[in-house]
T-cell receptor
Framework: NAGVTQTPKFQVLKTGQSMTLQCAQDMNHEYMSWYRQDPGMGLRLIHYSVGAGITDQGEVPNGYNVSRSTTEDFPLRLLSAAPSQTSVYFC?????????????FGQGTRLTVV | GESVGLHLPTLSVQEGDNSIINCAYSNSASDYFIWYKQESGKGPQFIIDIRSNMDKRQGQRVTVLLNKTVKHLSLQIAATQPGDSAVYFCAENPGGFKTIFGAGTRLFVKA
């Protein structure tokens, strides 16, 4: 199994550009999420989805949009890139359980906004 | 507010020694805790978890201890190996679908 696949691995954007980070999982997990990781900090939740057609905001949603049209895919869109969005982005998926879940992470996308 | 913190940002141990990585959490409602390992250039990888109705759980060379009285979590790695060098994150689940991550501890293993 491929697990969680993120593309691209690296990306450089100019301020004001838009782009979509792709995330796909082949484990039939209901729950998917996007995190950003900045130096010296832990992962912060951007958006999450508990199933196809259902999304919600995390801790730091501003400047990002998501949609979940299928169970497998959960793309993250940057509407107008800003230098503050320079970060490493991780997509994760997990089974929905009653008491917490173990998340499987992708390899990450390193984004630089200049 | 909700937070998960770590006492030490870096830890250096000799190969073969035991490692102990500590974590403090602030949300008393959290009922599930997870330790992740992140190697350079990779995404976090699940190591071990523990539920709030337990105070200890053992895996292969790893043990997680939970002290709910002082809201403290620790990860013990036995006979630390060079391959254990990584950043270790504790995470808590305060209910629902949100997982809150700490800042991480970088473990260096000296040969």
């Amino acid at each position: 199994n491929a697990g969680v696949t993120q593309t691209p691995k690296f990306q450089v954007l100019k301020t004001g550009q838009s782009m979509t980070l792709q995330c796909a999982q082949d484990m039939n997990h209901e729950y998917m999420s996007w995190y950003r990781q900045d130096p010296g900090m832990g992962l912060r939740l951007i958006h999450y989805s508990v199933g196809a057609g259902i999304t919600d905001q995390g801790e730091v949603p501003n400047g990002y949009n998501v949609s979940r049209s299928t169970t497998e895919d959960f793309p993250l869109r940057l509407l107008s890139a800003a230098p503050s969005q320079t970060s490493v982005y991780f997509c994760a998926s997990s089974l929905v359980r009653g008491l917490g879940t173990e998340a499987f992470f992708g390899q990450g996308t390193r984004l630089t906004v200049v | 507010g909700e937070s998960v913190g770590l006492h030490l940002p870096t830890l250096s141990v000799q190969e073969g020694d035991n490692s102990i990585i500590n974590c403090a959490y602030s949300n008393s409602a959290s009922d599930y805790f997870i330790w992740y390992k992140q190697e350079s250039g990779k995404g976090p990888q699940f190591i071990i978890d523990i539920r709030s109705n337990m105070d200890k759980r053992q895996g292969q060379r790893v043990t997680v201890l939970l002290n709910k009285t002082v809201k403290h979590l620790s990860l013990q790695i036995a006979a630390t190996q060079p391959g254990d060098s990584a950043v270790y994150f504790c995470a808590e689940n305060p209910g629902g679908f949100k997982t809150i991550f700490g800042a991480g501890t970088r473990l260096f293993v000296k040969a």
